[in-house]
Each structure stands twice: as C-alpha cells, then as structure tokens.
C-alpha cells in the first residue's frame, strides 16, 4: 500500500516567527498555504505570476530568520529531547510542511526516539526544480543546508550523536537531505531518502570530501516517478557507495510519488538498529 504525503490543507504549523508572518516593510504577508504536488514541473516553477514574488518572499524569510535568532521552526514528536536515545530529522517535501512529515512517525513509530521536523519559510526549501543548475536554487539551497545542520545541532546538544541520528527527507526535502549528506560526510545512524536524488544537473561535480563511514543508506524511489529520473536515483546511490556509505536502493514498479509500506519496514529496521547502538 502506498501512503500519500502530499500536502494537507491546514497543516501548517501555527507558531511561526513573527518574521515569517510579514515582508521587512512589515506591508504584506509572507505565508501561503499551497496544495499542489511536493515537486511541481519546472514549467509551473517558473510561471510568471508567482516566480518572481515567491523568489523574493524566500530571499526575505530565509535572509530575516537567520538575521533574527533561531533559524525555521521545529516541530518535536515521540520521546521528550532530553530522554531520548535517538533521533530522527525529517525534512519535509515542496509545498507540505512540517506536520505533514512528522506525521510519517505513526508509521515508523519505536521506542526511543525523538522527531525533529523543521518548517521551510513558504513551504519550500529552494524555488526550482533539483536537477537545475545549483546556483539557480542559491541562496535558498545553502540556508536550507544550515537548517538541518542546526538540527543536527540541536540533537548534539542533547547527548544524541550523530551516529544515533537518522535524516530522512521525502522529495525536495529527501533531495535535501542526501545532498547534506554528501557535504557533511560522516557516521550517522542511517540516511533515508524517499522519492529523491542528489541536488544539480547532470555532470554536476560530486567530489565530495569526508567520508560516510559506513553508514546505512536508503534510496526508495518508484522507477517511473515524473519528478525523480530512474537516473539520477541511480547515479545518487552510487555516488553515496564511493563516499562509504552502505547503500540500498529499491525502485518499486509504477508506485509514483509516494511511499509504501516496504520502505517504512526497512525504515523501522534501520531504527531499531540505531537504537541499539551502544556507541
């Protein structure tokens, strides 16, 4: 069965910063809801009524959140923080938000664990398609980047190490989180990305430095998904296997832009494994 994580009309979260309510002039608001499909085609992404605003509704929320404090909003489910023995990071997809991907933890729910969710400012980690030219998603791309560092971060400070810490994304925010990955080599407890593929168009350099240290990696993608090219979730895993990681890549015949019970097993796997980490 697959399971649908579109965005949920309403789901927004409804304790945002003040900025995120209101462009610096403090003239017009900044927060749409948005229904639609997590990764829209790269012609709707570049409509002429909206590309140009939403570009600079973004540039405006991510230049003023990190400007003003604390960078997006977390929402937290499972164990409380501080008593938590692991930790999943769940980065949510274009146009869904953060309690559509906590959500997700009813499915994948073991004991022990903390969920940290972060909410993009509109929704939207970066305003084009992933396999765009890099710079064309800057600097939208590098600020998402720091958003799951800072709750890579915030995991830290609470006695969770990296190792026993999971990341997992669906969609542009799967695409997110193995391109963080990649950039922030390391041991994690495991990578999980759901319908995804590295960020940047073909030829895109991926020497990347560091290493994964062997670190369990997850690619579930459907092998005729419109948004995610068989390709380049391919050409993702391998890319992850020279950097050290353990990889396994399961495309499943016709699924679409969705998840399914196989993934969420192996997810669950993968936990109770983290969980058991002594280290």
Same mark, same amino acid.
């Given at each position: 069965m697959a399971v649908d994580v579109t965005p949920k009309p309403g789901a927004l979260p409804t304790e945002l910063p003040s900025v995120c309510t209101q462009r610096l002039s403090g003239s017009q608001p900044l927060l749409r809801l948005r229904g639609g499909h997590p990764e829209r085609s790269a012609a709707k992404s570049k409509d002429a009524r909206r590309s140009a605003q939403d570009a600079a509704d973004m540039f405006c929320v991510h230049t003023a959140l990190f400007r003003n404090g604390p960078p997006f909003p977390v929402l937290t489910g499972g164990e409380p923080l501080d008593g938590a023995r692991a930790a999943m990071i769940m980065i949510h997809g274009r146009g869904a938000t953060a309690a559509d991907i906590l959500a997700l933890m009813t499915d994948l729910a073991q004991p022990g664990f903390v969920y940290l969710a972060p909410q993009a400012a509109n929704n939207t980690w970066y305003p084009n398609r992933f396999l765009e030219p890099v710079a064309a998603n800057e600097p939208w791309l590098s600020s998402a980047l720091v958003v799951v560092e800072e709750a890579l971060v915030r995991g830290g400070q609470? /006695?969770?190490?990296? !190792? #026993?810490?999971?990341?997992?994304?669906?969609?542009?925010?799967?695409c997110l989180t193995l391109e963080f990955a990649a950039r922030h080599a390391q041991r994690y407890g495991a990578v999980v990305g759901l319908s995804d593929g590295l960020i940047?168009?073909?030829?895109?350099?991926?020497?990347?430095?560091?290493?994964?240290?062997?670190?369990?990696?997850?690619?579930?993608?459907?092998?005729?998904?419109?948004?995610?090219?068989?390709?380049?979730?391919?050409?993702? /895993?391998?890319?992850? !296997? #020279?950097?050290g990681g353990e990889v396994t890549e399961r495309l499943y015949p016709n699924m679409g832009h969705a998840v399914n019970e196989d993934e969420f097993g192996f997810v669950r796997g993968l936990m109770r494994r983290v969980a058991s980490d002594e280290r």
């Amino acid at each position: 069965m697959a399971v649908d994580v579109t965005p949920k009309p309403g789901a927004l979260p409804t304790e945002l910063p003040s900025v995120c309510t209101q462009r610096l002039s403090g003239s017009q608001p900044l927060l749409r809801l948005r229904g639609g499909h997590p990764e829209r085609s790269a012609a709707k992404s570049k409509d002429a009524r909206r590309s140009a605003q939403d570009a600079a509704d973004m540039f405006c929320v991510h230049t003023a959140l990190f400007r003003n404090g604390p960078p997006f909003p977390v929402l937290t489910g499972g164990e409380p923080l501080d008593g938590a023995r692991a930790a999943m990071i769940m980065i949510h997809g274009r146009g869904a938000t953060a309690a559509d991907i906590l959500a997700l933890m009813t499915d994948l729910a073991q004991p022990g664990f903390v969920y940290l969710a972060p909410q993009a400012a509109n929704n939207t980690w970066y305003p084009n398609r992933f396999l765009e030219p890099v710079a064309a998603n800057e600097p939208w791309l590098s600020s998402a980047l720091v958003v799951v560092e800072e709750a890579l971060v915030r995991g830290g400070q609470a /006695a969770i190490p990296p !190792r #026993r810490t999971m990341l997992l994304g669906f969609s542009q925010g799967a695409c997110l989180t193995l391109e963080f990955a990649a950039r922030h080599a390391q041991r994690y407890g495991a990578v999980v990305g759901l319908s995804d593929g590295l960020i940047g168009p073909d030829g895109t350099p991926r020497d990347y430095p560091g290493s994964l240290a062997g670190t369990p990696v997850f690619l579930g993608c459907s092998d005729a998904d419109f948004h995610i090219p068989k390709e380049r979730v391919d050409h993702t /895993a391998e890319v992850l !296997r #020279r950097l050290g990681g353990e990889v396994t890549e399961r495309l499943y015949p016709n699924m679409g832009h969705a998840v399914n019970e196989d993934e969420f097993g192996f997810v669950r796997g993968l936990m109770r494994r983290v969980a058991s980490d002594e280290r």
